[in-house]
């Protein structure tokens, strides 16, 4: 054997390796083809382009795959490959290949002459580049812009385009939506920064957020007052967005604008009622009930280890109706019970209900405190002062009975329709029973609530009374604070 031969074969293998790693690796797509019109090799590219396998663009003549409408030039280009075969400039021609789905995609060759029966192949794929080219792209495009055009003159909205790259980004395009919604035209605005539609609000939060965005070039959506041509307010939805070049230049802002002034008068209104029915809400439940009432939160019965209960009764009020026009009578009611009202505010105190000539409140609850007994006390020494500004038809001033109690109580609203905050419990009953066992002009207290009060308010040993349901108990009277 020759040793000369031994030592080319690993170069000659290194060589051959070589070329089909570059064979393989090349991102256009490559071939060889033999004299019978047949693939011989094909790289990978072909299949990734055209959807075929290898096999498969391997398995017919590769004229077969050509638009019918480009068989006739590729076959005499073909020809020349064949007849020139001493010639070293490659042969160029741009066809349609068949994709395996029934598409064509452009391919520009470049065609080596037949050698040794073998002719070398490069292919480009230039859809893109020929469509872009072609005549029916360039009216397409024309068609387009002319469809854009007419979009952005019909839209309702107002669509601005102000120029970043311009001191003070003047407006340099505005459609008839945005003449119609500012009442300026285009003449009066263009080469102008709209600002102008600020007027002199220009201090509104949304104006700091969309120069932040504009610094930023960034989208924004803000909502501001602005102001037409004459002078007329409107709330204005402004959406910024930015538009850069092929080199991340920021060049443009485009502008779109929605006159939204019905949208936030009737936001404006949807708040009022709201507030309304919110108001309405809390004059007949305690806010931490209206809140848990809203939110559906399992049951609104809830327990309180200890509440101090108020019942106050006009005295006389029976035989008093008898005098007085329903009306009247109403009226003088309403004057009794605002009083009331404004002291069981003062005081942090519950009012529950009237019942007739009857109130009802009570202190350490829906929110509970440590303070409940002394709230109660003082709400009852200012409503025997307080009654006193009210006199009968024939002068006289009225006078209350009230009954105190302390005790565990449940509270909370049941029924679906027409609900109220109500307590319950034995200790509602004997506070019940104190107001109604009592004296004109008088508070009568239990030991539990004298308990709670004894150390601050001074108090009057009444005895023994007979309360319904308890038998006997031993009540108190409450004269006043301490140190008064």
């Avoid at 690796?25 to 382009?49: H, M, P, Q």
């Avoid at 539609?197 to 120069?211: M, N, Y």
């Avoid at 309360?467 to 006043?480: C, N």
Wanted: proline fraction near 4%; glycine fraction near 6%.
């Amino acid at each position: 054997m020759n040793p000369s031969c031994e030592e080319n074969e690993p170069n000659l293998f290194h060589g051959e390796a070589s070329l089909q790693a570059f064979f393989d690796l090349s991102a256009d797509l490559l071939c060889i083809r033999d004299s019978n019109g047949y693939f011989r090799e094909l790289n990978s590219v072909w299949e990734k382009t055209l959807g075929w396998t290898l096999d498969e663009l391997r398995s017919r003549p590769w004229l077969e795959f050509v638009h019918p409408d480009d068989v006739a030039f590729t076959f005499d280009m073909e020809n020349q490959c064949h007849t020139l075969q001493n010639n070293k400039t490659p042969i160029r021609l741009k066809n349609r290949f068949r994709c395996r789905d029934g598409s064509y995609r452009w391919l520009s060759w470049r065609l080596g002459a037949y050698q040794n029966s073998v002719s070398h192949g490069i292919a480009h794929d230039v859809t893109e580049s020929n469509w872009r080219g072609s005549q029916a792209y360039r009216k397409g495009v024309q068609e387009t812009v002319k469809l854009r055009d007419q979009a952005i003159a019909a839209s309702s909205v107002g669509i601005v385009i102000a120029d970043a790259r311009l001191p003070d980004m003047p407006l340099i395009y505005v459609n008839p939506a945005f003449e119609e919604i500012t009442g300026y035209s285009d003449a009066e605005v263009l080469g102008y920064n709209c600002r102008f539609l600020q007027g002199k609000d220009t201090s509104q939060p949304a104006v700091e957020q969309l120069r932040a965005a504009i610094k930023a070039g960034e989208n924004c959506t803000v909502t501001l007052l602005n102001y037409r041509k004459d002078g007329t307010p409107f709330w204005n939805e402004l959406t910024i967005s930015p538009i850069y070049d092929d080199r991340n230049n920021l060049t443009h802002f485009v502008g779109i604008q929605s006159d939204i002034s019905d949208r936030i008068k009737a936001e404006q209104a949807l708040r009022l009622e709201q507030e309304k029915s919110e108001r309405l809400l809390l004059n007949i439940l305690p806010k931490p009930i209206a809140d848990q009432l809203k939110k559906f939160e399992g049951s609104l019965a809830q327990q309180f280890t200890e509440a101090t209960i108020l019942f106050a009764d006009i005295v006389g009020f029976t035989h008093l109706s008898a005098q007085m026009s329903p009306l009247e009578l109403l009226n003088l009611l309403n004057n009794i019970f605002s009083v009331f009202d404004k002291l069981a505010e003062k005081h942090g105190i519950e009012k529950i209900k009237t019942i007739g000539d009857a109130y009802m409140a009570v202190a350490g609850l829906p929110v509970a405190n440590d303070h409940h007994a002394e709230a109660i006390a003082n709400m009852a020494l200012d409503m025997q002062q307080a009654i006193q500004q009210f006199k009968t038809p024939q002068g006289e001033p009225f006078q209350i009975r009230i009954g105190i109690n302390t005790g565990l109580v449940v509270a909370g609203v049941i029924g679906i329709k027409k609900f109220s905050y109500d307590l319950w419990g034995d200790a509602v009953n004997v506070a019940s029973r104190m107001e109604s066992s009592g004296l004109p002009g008088k508070i009568q207290v239990t030991a539990a609530t004298k308990k709670r009060l004894q150390d601050q308010y001074i108090f009057e040993e009444r005895g023994a009374i007979a309360v319904k349901g308890k038998g006997e108990m031993i009540s108190y009277w409450l004269i006043g604070k301490q140190g008064l």
